[in-house]
């Protein structure tokens, strides 16, 4: 069989050795700097058997409209090229937010070895060996499951844009949407398409479509202040986390919960779930209170959630706002785009304003917005950090920069 598969960058030339491996000849193209052996050009001249792209590609390439050949997603390649060869349980993990803070949240309940993927990189469990550097593309499944299986555990993967419909659980953790694929798909739409085929689902709230035999977090957890109880059945459990009083920890830890009781497991040891580092994590450092929301999730609802906090926590209006995009941000499958960036610091209206990387630039702030503030730029979050603790004396910093962490 002869493949081509599209987007070396972003896990295509994974997918493609998977499929090398396997005994197929391969094409593989780099579509967005056409810097691979073959071409775009190259690759239309050619005949396929079967084309494989990724979901964030504009559906109107050309290498997909001129195709007679079948063409599948990455996802849908992925679960081809893993088969039968799946660790167990296997749970799936997609959503516009609270992706990472579930996929942790589950993985601290669960037994024996196992291997978390997340937008932190691949985790061995249960001695939290940090393992390579990856992102959170289907294609790196591959390599999270083969790992898994090598030891015999479990695996919990978080997959953008949709899951591969492998896992004995797929969790889609938020309902909100934003279009993609040059604007021409709807994310949430296309997340949920690829739910219909995965054995057991469950459901984060504000989610309009029905799936049989889907279980919705808030039909199976309440939250009362600091404490969840839970009912499925498959079991059931409560725990207490003074997290659950904050937005931005509640529902991922409601379905961390429910996945637990839906595996079997006690969600009691949630109780000890300390929270993930650039998820809405509160520090002290001196007089300043630091509230770290930078991570691959950032967009305007954290920013905000994350000022409001970090307001309510120094019992001080004055906030320094950190606020950009890092490298390798993901920009392809869930941006931070300037417009959503501005209107987030028209809204914060923070005393001091600090930019990261090459966003606003030109600025596109009403000059009403940022009037009696401060405002500089630094290259990284980690240079913005430093900048934004030397210049401020009391109050509160919050770091929303949009990044691989």
Not at 18 to 33: I, K, L, P
Not at 49 to 59: G, I, N, W, Y
Not at 310 to 315: F, K, L, N, Q
Request: charged share 20%; net charge negative; hydrophobic share 40%.
């Amino acid at each position: 069989m002869k493949i081509l598969v599209l987007d070396t960058i972003h896990g295509g030339a994974v997918i493609g050795s998977a499929f090398e491996s396997a005994g197929c000849t391969v094409d593989m193209v780099d579509v967005y700097r056409n810097s691979s052996r073959i071409d775009v050009k190259t690759a239309l001249s050619g005949t396929y058997d079967l084309v494989t792209a990724p979901v964030h590609l504009d559906p109107d390439h050309p290498l997909i409209r001129s195709q007679k050949s079948p063409v599948i997603t990455h996802h849908e390649a992925v679960r081809t090229l893993l088969g039968d060869a799946l660790p167990h349980p296997m749970v799936e993990i997609t959503g516009a937010q609270g992706k990472t803070t579930t996929a942790h949240a589950l993985a601290s309940l669960m037994e024996n070895p196992g291997v978390l993927l997340s937008s932190r990189g691949l985790i061995r469990f249960p001695d939290q060996e940090n393992g390579i550097r990856m992102s959170i593309t289907p294609a790196s499944v591959i390599t999270a499951a083969q790992a898994a299986v090598g030891q015999g555990g479990w695996l919990i993967a978080e997959e953008s844009l949709g899951v591969t419909g492998a896992g004995d659980l797929a969790i889609l953790t938020s309902g909100q949407t934003y279009r993609f694929a040059a604007g021409k798909r709807d994310a949430l739409e296309y997340k949920v398409r690829t739910l219909r085929s995965c054995k057991s689902v469950l459901l984060a709230p504000g989610i309009a479509w029905s799936m049989p035999g889907a279980v919705r977090v808030d039909d199976a957890a309440e939250v009362e202040g600091i404490r969840c109880q839970i009912a499925t059945k498959q079991g059931g459990g409560v725990f207490e986390n003074p997290l659950l009083a904050e937005e931005a920890y509640r529902i991922p830890l409601m379905l961390a919960g429910t996945a637990a009781c839906l595996l079997g497991l006690d969600p009691a040891p949630l109780s000890g779930f300390c929270g993930v580092e650039g998820r809405m994590e509160v520090r002290k450092e001196g007089r300043i209170v630091i509230v770290d929301n930078a991570n691959s999730g950032t967009n305007r609802d954290t920013t905000i959630a994350a000022a409001s906090l970090a307001r309510d926590t120094s019992g001080c209006e004055t906030l320094t706002l950190v606020i950009g995009t890092g490298e390798g941000d993901g920009r392809v499958c869930e941006g931070f785009p300037d417009a959503e960036i501005a209107d987030t610091i028209c809204r914060i209206r923070p005393n001091r304003l600090i930019l990261v990387g090459g966003v606003l630039d030109p600025p596109l702030l009403p000059p009403d917005a940022v009037s009696g503030t401060f405002v500089s730029r630094a290259p990284t979050l980690s240079a913005a950090r430093e900048a934004a603790i030397s210049a401020t004396d009391q109050g509160a910093i919050v770091l929303a920069v949009k990044t691989w962490r």
